[in-house]
C-alpha cells in the first residue's frame, strides 16, 4: 500500500527530527497534502495510527493542510481548479495544462516534548 509506506517515511523522518533535538516524544505532526498528490489522507491517517502505536510519536496530534489543485491550461492560459489530473479547461476542453499546486507532499512542523 502506497500510504503506508509514506506514512513510514514521514515517521521515520520526524522521529529522527525529534531524537537529533533531544526529545522523547513527539506530540504533533503537521502535513501539507495537495489534492493532486495522490495520497488519500484517510489511508494515510490510519497507517500513520498504526506505524506510531509503539513509538515515541504514540498518540501525536496529526494537522493536515490541503493544498487546492490548480493549473494554468497549455491552450489558452486560463488558470482554474481540478480535483484531479484528467479535468480539462473549463473554458477551451483543452487536456494539456501545467499543474501550479496542488502536487504537495510535505511535512510542515513537528513539535515534540
Ligand atoms: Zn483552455
Redesign the pocket.
Known sequence: MHEFSLASEIVDMVEQAAKNAGKGKVTCIELEIGELAGVEESALLIALESLTLHSMSKGAQIITKNTKGKAI?S??N?EYELQDLFTL?P??S?FRKQIISGKEFNILSIEAE
Open positions: 491550461c491552450n489558452c486560463f479547461c473554458k477551451c483543452g
